[in-house]
Every structure is written in C-alpha cells, then in structure tokens.
C-alpha cells in the first residue's frame, strides 16, 4: 500500500482473561475499551471510527452486529464501528483495518478492540463452533475437529523431521513459564514437560496440554497518525507494517502440511513494508493455539529453518536469554484465547514490552517486534510489525 | 476523510434471490464473484483484495471465516479477503470497507461482496438467529423480535401522524410491481392492497406482507480506482459517497422511534461528500425490511419531510412518474432479503439502472442514485451515493 500517514498505538486496555462467569460480552469489552480510553489520555468523543475482532459472537453470545454494540456502550454513537471476522485472526484484521483507516487519513484516532465470551457453553459446543474457522462441508461435516486438523500436522512435522512429542511439550512449559509472569494470564502457574506428556490425550498426538485453553477476554488499542502521538503519550509505539494472506480454507488442499502458507506470504510482505528481517525481531506473539501451532510460526515467520522450530524451543531459543522472545505474554496456550480478541492481546503485549511495563517478563533492549496472528488451520495470516516512536 | 483516489464500480454479479434448496453459502458466493468477474472483463489474479459482507454464516451454515472461504473458492489466494458484519447492514459495510481500500491505494482491484444462506433452517430458528442484529440481553431475551420492534415503530408513526396500514401496505404493492420487472427478484408478482392488509399479522400492526422474506443469495461489485476503469468498461459507475453512522443497538434508547437517527447522519454526511442533496437523486435503494422501514428511510434520507412519507408512498410518489423511484429492484420486500447480500444487491441494481440494463425497470434520465443499507432497528446505517463516471 501507499503508506499516507505513519501510525502509532497511544492506548491500550486489557481484561484479565480467564473465566469470567459474571460477565457478558459487551461488559469485556467495555471494560477493556475504557482502560484504553483512559491510558490514552483522550476522551471518547476524540474517537471517530472503531474495529472490533469477533469471531462467534451469534454462536456463543446469540449477539451479531458487535459493531454497533460497541459503538453503543463505549458511547461512542454515532460514529461508525464495524466488525470484522476472520475466525481466530479477527483481532489482527480489525487491527489491520484501523491501521488503514489512520494511515489512509479515512479517521484520525481510532479504537480497535477484540472480544469474545467463550465459557458460557460445553466444551463440546465450543468446539463445534471453533469448527467453523474451518470447512464446515469438507471438514467439520466430516467430523474434524480443530485439535484433530492441527494433529494432522504435528504428525507430519514429526514424521518429516524426526520431532519428537517432548519438543512440542517444551512450547507448552516454555509459554507457561510466560504465562506466570503475565497478571493478565488465564494460567500464572508453571507446568512440567511430564505434565504435559501425560496429560489427557485430545487427537494424538495432540494433548490437553498442547493445546490452548477457551477462555473469556477483550483487548482494545487506541491508534493515532504518529505525528500527533506524541501530544497523547510520552510512548507511542509504531506500527511499521500490516500485512495479510489468504489460503485454501480446508487443511486437505494445501501443499504442505508442515508450514502455514499465508504465514510465509504475510510475514515476507510485512518485512519487506517495514525494511528489516525476521533477524531483526527481539519479541514476537506468535499464533500457538497448539504447540504446533507455535513451532511452525517460528519457522514461517524465518526465525528457524523448516524442521528446526521444534528443537529450537526445546533448545530454549524462543525465551529469555535465547535467539529471541517467542510470546512473553504465555501465548494463546497460558494467556488464554478469546478468540476475536487474541489478535490485539498480542499488540497490547508489545506495547506494554516497549513501554518497559512488562515487569518480571519484561524482554530487554527492544528493537522490533511482531505479532501473527492466525485464522483457523491457516486459511488466514496477519503479521503487525512494531517499534518503539 | 481525505479522498485520495475516485472510486468506480467496474463489474457486477449477483444470483437470483430465493430458496436455493441446492445450493450452498459458497456456491452462491460464487457465482455472483464469477459473474462480476466475466462483467468487469478481468482476470481473477487482477484482483488485489476483497471484502465481504455476511450476517450470521456461524449460525445459519455453521460456517465463519466467510472471507477466506470466498477468497479460496473464487480462487483468489493468496490476497487479504476480509468478512465484515453489521447484521443487515453487512453488504453495505462490505462496500464502504472497498470503497476505502481503493480510494486510499491500498488496493487497486477490489471485490466486494455479500452472501446469505438463511432457507435451510426454520422460519422460528431464523428470526431468533436475526435477532443478534438487535441487543440480546435486552431485546431478545425478553422476547421481542424484529417484527416487533419494528411494529412499535410502525404504531408510532400512526399515532403521532395519523398514518393508515393501508399506507404502509401501499409500499409493498409498489415494491412487488417493481419487483415483478425485476428478473433477480425472489417474487416476481404483483400483489393488490388487499392482499396486504388480509395477510396475516406477524406483530401488529405488521403483517407477513409488510415484511422482507427469507432469502438466500449472494451479489458481488468489482471496484477499481476510477482513472482506470475506462480501460475495463466503457459504463463505469463512480460511487461518489460513503458514510455510516451508529445508534443505541436497543430500540428503547433511542430519541425518537419515527425516524433513525443513524440514517439521518450517515445520508447527511454522504450529501455533502458527494456535493449534492437529496433533491438530487432520481433513484434510491433503501433498506425496507418492512414497510415502515421504507417510510422512515425516505423522510430520514431527506426525500419527504417527517410524517409524509407514508402518504407520499400512498400517492405514488416513489414510483415511476413520481418524485423519485425508490426501489426498483423490488426492494427487501419482494426483491429478497439475504441479509449480508442486500447491500451489494442495492449498488448492483443502481449500476444496473446507470447501465441502461434495468429492462422494463428502467430508471430514465438517472443522474444520481443512492443505497441505504440499515442493521439490525438502525444501530447501524451505511449510505452510498452514485453517479455515472
């Protein structure tokens, strides 16, 4: 794109995630839309165009139209707020779609929020739900469920590299050490690679413990054009990149089962737009909804080579005092993921890092950091790119 | 917003309305992309990103992720293709989001698209899954449904202007006499006042034939910025306006139950956008999901003054040979409602009409035309002006 104007993050707000069984959706969101309110330093008049991320708001909630919701109980009538769904990327979509709005001059301070409220359901129910990120026809009607798509691949990640299920398990114990860092986390305590090798056994190889939590949580940023930033916050954080990929929806069409496409396709174009390398990148939230998930983001995004992601986690690559931070937040897998709200919990966690508000978890010497976010078995791919204004 | 690039409707799709018992979301969705491909006279890899509007896929299909699925099935991958939803405003807002893209060269060459499959499940389970579009906790779970909200509305607009059901009921007359000429229209039959006022009561005063149907379909543009488009057609349409606005989601907080103030500010900042008023327009499409919503649109738009509209439909005045022709297509009512399709349908009729292609419902001397895409009982509205490049 024509980058008209540069865009920053002067606002974050954030919910404990977890089980929030005393609040609805629209009570999450707003309390997150007011923390960022507030940490901006701006009023909500000041606001005049908003995103929010859902993903199954009609299904889990029986709510639609969470745009207009929004709008209503951050007060922000009557200036327009839209959803955008992407399955579990739609936090990073909406994110993308404020960052156009700003940078395209289309709206000068915008909120942009992710939110969803998962617990009220069965496990059974959320699942079927969760299907829908996927092929309804070709896979969900067929009986696949997600945990049994991205078994598929961690099956033959391992059988094409030789990994083994403990490596998988270190992603687990790795983000949960994170996780325990994080007073935002669903999960603040720390796991064994044991717990997780025994624990309960979803679609093998694929455990209970690889696999991330349902959790209730909303997320909102509040963005502004660069070059009015300063005025609202002694540090803004810079967006320097959004890009987006596509892939086939179903998991049975794609080349290779070992790599998520749109994430190499996104990742590319986001460096390119920021003009740095996956080398340059001290933080990244990846999109671990299984601990596959997370290896295989460590590869596409090019930290590790295709096959090395697996023993670079076991290896303790991806944490402090390794090559880089991979998710300081704990990840989708100790943090929690509310899915629509995922996306932005990610840039909420790098504003925070750059901000040096990260405290026991706090990632030294920042430079640049990244956040993927995915949707589905990776149908869609959304890579911000960030760095201190 | 600052408007960086001019904004043209390059080619149109869209499938007959209706009960599409052997077909699918995605089989609709693609055929209307195809068709507004082969229209635009491009080939698919010319398409840089796309958006798409839809309801409630997760309910009525089981089906989210509605972008990446469309931008797999009409072959697009690997470029961003993004759902955004705004209950019955979501085609509209699909639009805006395109119009967006292009005008701020993010992309060149957008599709942009709406689809709802709603046939497959019960009248009952529908109008519960429609009522997402409203505030569940305090509309839906108390009981009412759209119908209901919009018969307060209805009963209203009687009481404080002496309106007659027979007014109302003359809107769905003219809507089935334009619907009748329209060969994409779910009914294409006349119907007689009497056949209004004797059809059943759904909540009073509305009855069945003040209502939109249940409609399966799907309408798809391609946009391109408008210094191009004459290289693609020789008929570009220009969209010369975009704007939406939000109000309370729950009909109880709203001022005033006679007019929709999100209509109101989004068609006031859509004239003067576009430099014109609504004197100006020989063509509107509006969101008449039922017959009051029509009479309040055409008073809210600004074509008659507040209480008039209902006479004004009664006494021809929005049909040919009157002030202006409002709904040619047929409008939700007899046109079809396939609620994340309606408004794209609205902007490929009004291409249509400019084309010269409208058939025996051919608009004469078109100069202006407008959409007017509504969510939920007017939490959201979205109107978009027209005019021939």
Redesign the interface.
């Known amino acids: 794109?024509?980058k008209?104007r540069k865009v920053a993050i002067i606002g974050i707000g954030i919910t404990k995630f977890g089980e929030h069984w005393d609040k609805?959706l629209?009570d999450l969101a707003l309390e997150a839309g007011l923390k960022a309110v507030e940490d901006a330093g701006i009023h909500g008049e000041q606001i005049d165009g908003g995103y929010v991320g859902n993903?199954?708001?009609?299904?889990f909630?029986?709510?639609?139209?969470?745009?207009?919701?929004l709008?209503?109980y951050m007060g922000?009538?009557?200036?327009?707020?839209?959803?955008?769904?992407?399955?579990c990327a739609s936090g990073g979509?909406a994110l993308?779609?404020g960052y156009?709005?700003v940078?395209?001059?289309?709206?000068d301070i915008v909120a942009v929020g992710g939110v969803e409220k998962m617990t009220d359901l069965s496990t059974a129910d959320v699942t079927?739900?969760l299907?829908?990120?996927?092929?309804?026809?070709w896979e969900?009607?067929m009986g696949a469920t997600f945990p049994s798509l991205y078994a598929l691949m961690m099956r033959k990640y391992m059988a094409e590299y030789g990994a083994t299920e403990e490596q998988f398990a270190s992603v687990a114990v790795k983000n949960h050490k994170h996780g325990a860092l994080n007073p935002y986390a669903q999960y603040q305590n720390e796991i064994t690679l044991e717990t997780v090798m025994k624990s309960k056994v979803v679609a093998s190889p694929i455990k209970v413990f690889d696999a991330s939590p349902i959790t209730d949580g909303a997320a909102m940023l509040i963005l502004a054009p660069l070059d009015i930033a300063s005025s609202y916050t002694k540090k803004p954080i810079e967006i320097i990149a959004s890009a987006?990929?596509?892939?086939?929806?179903?998991l049975a069409?794609r080349y290779s089962l070992t790599s998520i496409?749109?994430s190499k396709?996104a990742s590319k174009n986001a460096y390119k737009e920021a003009g740095i390398t996956s080398k340059d990148i001290q933080l990244a939230e990846v999109h671990d909804c299984f601990t596959v998930g997370e290896v295989l983001a460590t590869e596409d995004l090019g930290f590790f080579k295709p096959g090395e992601g697996a023993k670079a986690a076991e290896d303790g690559r991806t944490t402090f005092g390794g090559d880089l931070v991979i998710n300081s937040s704990g990840g989708l897998k100790a943090a929690g993921h509310p899915v629509g709200a995922t996306g932005i919990k990610q840039a909420v966690e790098i504003t925070m890092q750059f901000r040096g508000d990260a405290g026991k978890r706090q990632v030294k010497d920042l430079e640049y950091g990244l956040s993927h976010n995915v949707?589905?078995s990776g149908?869609?791919a959304?890579v911000h790119i960030y760095k201190r204004a």
């Open positions: 794109m024509t008209q609805g629209r993903m199954a708001g009609g299904n909630a029986g709510q639609e139209h969470i745009g207009a919701l709008a209503d922000l009538d009557p200036i327009p707020v839209t959803r955008v769904e992407g399955a979509l993308r779609q156009i709005a940078a395209s001059g289309i709206h079927e739900i299907g829908g990120a996927g092929d309804q026809e969900l009607f987006q990929a596509s892939d086939t929806i179903g069409e496409e749109a396709i949707g589905g149908a869609t959304v």
